[in-house]
């Protein structure tokens, strides 16, 4: 046997896929092809084996987790420095990916120009729906609605996810909160300045007009990333938190926090809040990662 496209045979049976739920469906696919259906943790290699996908190589990557190389064979390569709970996940992207190298190609505009869109998704929609299929995959709908009944959404819960599903506890907490229905979101803090204040700071060579060499402005706790559902608020990317907050309480004394205050996060309105907040190091520095939702 020969390498099986998952994403042009899922196109044969579907026949058309041109919506998020045809999409999302993609995961079902692969499990049910796989004879995976209730079957946790999901074994990507018998969905490897059922497509005759050759198995994924493993190399140091700078700026990426993982590439579908060659689609006409089902070459992968994975980040070799990447965690194996990482990895995994990386994986289950890239048979995503292999839906998205099926669809059209682009999409034709006036003049003779034409844009990469596959299927007709914009690329960062693309990206977006690759880790949502990925999380589906290794991380059933179901499954998570049948946790969320008996034990709500918190981070026991995700733990349990986490073990069960064999994935990080940071992606069982973002299918929990997109799976809730109830607006929960999760959020990396990292202690950072501002692009815009590194990209506005003098040469260090430079002097101010006092005479001191010109220097950043002091670090603050600052959002590097935040998802969640189509129910949660938008949060942007590099706000900060007041220091009086329960997630930089969080970050001082390494000890999980949790509680309802208010914050504010446009700028103009403060609101309340709940939030379960875990401090952990990544690459030797503290982060704190945030169960929250508005309440």
């Given at each position: 046997m020969s390498f099986i496209s998952p994403g042009r045979l899922y196109l044969?049976?579907?026949?058309?896929?041109?919506?998020?739920?045809?999409?999302?469906?993609?995961?079902?696919?692969?499990?049910?092809?796989?004879?995976?259906?209730?079957?946790?943790?999901?074994?990507?290699?018998?969905?490897?084996?059922?497509?005759?996908?050759?198995?994924?190589?493993?190399?140091?990557?700078?700026e990426q987790q993982g590439l579908l190389l060659d689609h006409e064979v089902g070459l992968i390569i994975i980040n070799s420095n990447d965690s194996e709970k990482r990895q995994k996940f990386t994986k289950a992207h890239e048979l995503v990916e292999m839906l998205f190298i099926a669809l059209p190609q682009g999409m034709e505009l006036g003049g003779g120009w034409?844009?990469?869109?596959?299927?007709?998704?914009?690329?960062?929609?693309?990206?977006?729906?690759?880790?949502?299929?990925?999380?589906?995959?290794?991380?059933?709908?179901?499954?998570?609605?049948?946790?969320?009944?008996?034990?709500?959404?918190?981070f026991e819960c995700a733990k349990l996810i986490a073990t069960t599903c064999n994935v990080s506890l940071s992606a069982a907490l973002v299918q929990l909160a997109r799976n809730s229905g109830e607006g929960h979101f999760v959020?990396?803090?990292?202690?950072?300045?501002?692009?815009?204040?590194?990209?506005?700071?003098?040469?260090?060579?430079?002097?101010?007009?006092f005479g001191e060499a010109a220097t950043l402005p002091a670090k603050k706790l600052r959002v590097e990333w935040c998802l969640g559902g189509l129910e949660s608020p938008f949060i942007p990317k590099d706000k900060s938190t007041e220091s009086?907050?329960?997630?930089?309480?969080?970050?001082?004394?390494?000890?999980?926090?949790?509680?309802?205050?208010?914050?504010?996060?446009?700028?103009?309105?403060?609101?309340?809040?709940?939030?379960?907040?875990?401090?952990?190091?990544?690459?030797?520095?503290?982060?704190?990662?945030?169960?929250?939702?508005?309440?």
């Open positions: 044969q049976k579907q026949k058309t896929v041109s919506s998020y739920e045809d999409v999302l469906a993609y995961a079902e696919f692969l499990r049910t092809e796989a004879g995976l259906n209730d079957v946790l943790p999901v074994d990507l290699d018998r969905i490897f084996d059922r497509f005759e996908i050759p198995g994924p190589e493993l190399v140091p990557l700078s034409r844009i990469d869109r596959p299927g007709g998704f914009k690329g960062l929609t693309k990206e977006s729906l690759c880790n949502r299929v990925a999380a589906n995959l290794l991380m059933p709908p179901s499954y998570i609605q049948e946790q969320i009944k008996e034990h709500g959404v918190n959020v990396l803090w990292r202690m950072k300045n501002k692009p815009t204040e590194i990209r506005n700071t003098p040469n260090a060579s430079q002097m101010t007009m009086t907050s329960l997630i930089s309480q969080a970050w001082m004394t390494n000890t999980f926090t949790s509680g309802r205050e208010r914050m504010t996060f446009d700028n103009h309105n403060s609101a309340w809040y709940s939030s379960a907040n875990m401090p952990f190091a990544l690459n030797e520095e503290r982060h704190v990662i945030s169960l929250m939702k508005k309440s």
